[in-house]
């Protein structure tokens, strides 16, 4: 009898599991449909701005357009790439609100696009025949307030647009952010949100002070009635796992009038290996916080070469006598140096031509398009120069991959780990990113090109990071894990949660659970609910 007991509460244990481990979209797949989810959002939508105006299916003539526009990464943009059911390029609030709505209530998923440059394509493809893509670039307001020193910027606006809005009132404020110009809000500031400012001013989601966001249940919310934990899990944790962010309250920080910036290149037979070694001993620890000097290693015609780019908050007189201070070894000469506002600052980093006028930064058509494959990693310690010498090798017998250093230290070393979800502060010397870039078309070539990248990083594991061997978010990167959102999602989401976010991973889980129990907001590499409730 004891045993007959056990038996039925283990098949009625095994049946509440199935009931609530397992999301509803995975439930009502079956029963859902695409006509469902199309007569849904048009008995929902709001007449006084009709969804009908912004829905795009594979049939409307402007699909493909639509599509391709804010497709950043061609892998991505095969006739091989699943496509979108429908497109909606939202324009009014209850666009959205009716859009998570009616996909909850038909199994739909939701792809959020921003600007685009998620590394894998994240936010428009997706493996799950049943998904649309919610495409936010209709949301691009940047309304700057010098007077209290902030700024609300919409999630489909570029960096860049913010960047010359902000110059546009004002030659002493900036913004730390990327120093691609048409990377979108959206993914870029709730993922940490990095460029040449962070070793004063820290990252993206360090000066953020408020958001707007739209809830699983379609509710509209800000810092005040989200709460804390929702504000710091947007800050940092990717947003798309919590809801749909419309909007960032930004803290413009105060730049000089005058900048100093270079580019200098440094090749095999200048004592590279040594050089290297000494760039990383003083890049995070010697430099000062005004100064961000990026180093990129690459391979042209056979031979080995270093490029170093230096972003400074002061003029050429005062860069030259930190460099000959801290690292003469690079041997930077004044005429090296280039003096301008911190708005052409942009334009040098973005590789415009001298001379550009700052209102390039408005447009959102990319200076080149490729095929790419981006990778991330940590470097706590110097590399040997022994190990340098290798990797020099390596680089020479792999030709195409690029391994760019951008340092640490400054503010990122002060702000604690638990701050926000972005885990990698103190004790890194600088994040490396491995960049592939090709133009040939088709798997084999991609294979190919990934097999590089894949290559070169496995060649780096004794100089990085490990246990976890960490990476950021912002170089989104699916070989290190995947979710396939079943019933083992947080165990698969923890294979890359702990590497994108340390510690801070439970908390993300915990706070996903309890905003979005049935992991509606959802995707390959997102934050996942705890698998089971109390």
């Known amino acids: 009898m004891k045993t007959s007991i056990t038996a039925i509460f283990s098949f009625f244990l095994v049946i509440f599991l199935l009931l609530v481990v397992s999301p509803t979209w995975a439930i009502t797949s079956n029963s859902s449909s695409y006509e469902g989810f199309i007569q849904c959002l048009k008995i929902k939508s709001d007449p006084s701005s009709p969804i009908s105006a912004v829905l795009y299916n594979q049939n409307n003539s402007s699909y493909s357009s639509v599509l391709e526009t804010y497709i950043r990464n061609l892998r991505f943009n095969e006739s091989t790439t699943p ?14 609100q009716s859009a998570i709505v009616c996909a909850k209530a038909n199994g739909m998923q939701m792809k959020i696009r921003s600007g685009g440059h ?41 960096l860049g647009e913010i960047y010359y809005r902000i110059a546009e009132k004002s030659s002493t404020h900036g913004f730390p952010a990327g120093v691609c110009p048409t990377v979108g809000v959206g ?81 095999y037979d200048r004592n590279l290996s040594e050089l290297v070694y000494r760039y990383q001993q003083v890049a995070a620890d010697k430099l000062p916080e005004e100064l961000f000097l990026r180093l990129t290693l690459d391979v042209v015609n056979g031979t080995n070469r270093a490029t170093f780019i230096a972003m400074f908050l002061g003029n050429s007189q005062q860069l030259l006598s930190v460099m000959n201070l ?4 690079l041997g930077l000469n004044q005429s090296d140096c280039t003096e301008m506002s911190w708005v052409e600052s942009v334009l040098f980093w973005t590789n415009f031509p001298a001379g550009t006028p700052v209102n390039a930064l408005l447009s959102r058509v990319p200076q080149s398009l490729t095929y790419l494959k981006r990778k991330s990693d940590y470097v706590k310690k110097p590399i040997p120069k022994q190990g340098l010498e290798l990797l020099f090798k390596k680089m020479v017998e792999l030709q195409t991959p690029q391994l760019t250093f951008n340092p640490y230290g400054g503010r990122m070393a002060e702000i604690p780990s638990s701050e926000k979800p972005f885990p990698h502060r103190a004790g890194n010397i600088a994040k490396l990113q491995y960049a592939t870039n090709w133009n040939e078309d088709g798997e084999e070539a991609a294979n190919r090109y990934l097999n590089l990248t894949a290559e070169l990083f496995d ?34 989401g923890a294979v890359y949660g702990v590497k994108y976010f340390k510690d801070n991973f439970n908390r993300l889980v915990k706070i996903k659970t309890k905003v979005d129990p049935r992991n509606f907001f959802r995707n390959e590499q997102s934050i996942p609910v705890l698998p089971w409730r109390k």
Do not use: C
């Open 83 to 96: 496509k979108p059911r429908l497109i909606i390029t939202a324009k009014h609030v209850s666009h959205i």
């Open 459 to 492: 060649f780096m594991t004794p100089y990085v990071s490990m246990a976890p061997r960490e990476a950021f978010l912002n170089y989104r990167d699916l070989d290190i894990g995947t979710n396939s959102n079943g019933r083992n999602s947080y165990i698969e």
């Open 118 to 158: 998620d590394y894998e394509g994240v936010s428009y493809w997706s493996a799950v025949p049943n998904f649309f893509i919610l495409d936010m670039f209709n949301f691009r307001s940047v309304n700057v307030s010098i007077e209290d020193e902030s700024a609300w910027v919409e999630s489909g606006a570029l």
């Open 326 to 329: 801290s690292f003469p070894e």
């Open 187 to 267: 993914g870029h500031f709730s993922g940490g949100g990095y460029g040449n400012m962070m070793r004063k001013y820290g990252l993206s989601v360090d000066n953020i002070v408020d958001a707007q966001m739209i809830d699983v249940n379609g509710k509209l919310l800000d810092r005040k009635s989200m709460g804390e934990d929702l504000f710091w899990a947007i800050t940092g944790g990717g947003g798309s796992s919590f809801g749909v962010v419309l909007s960032y309250k930004i803290k413009l920080v105060s730049v000089p009038k005058i900048v100093t910036v270079f580019r200098v290149r440094r090749t």
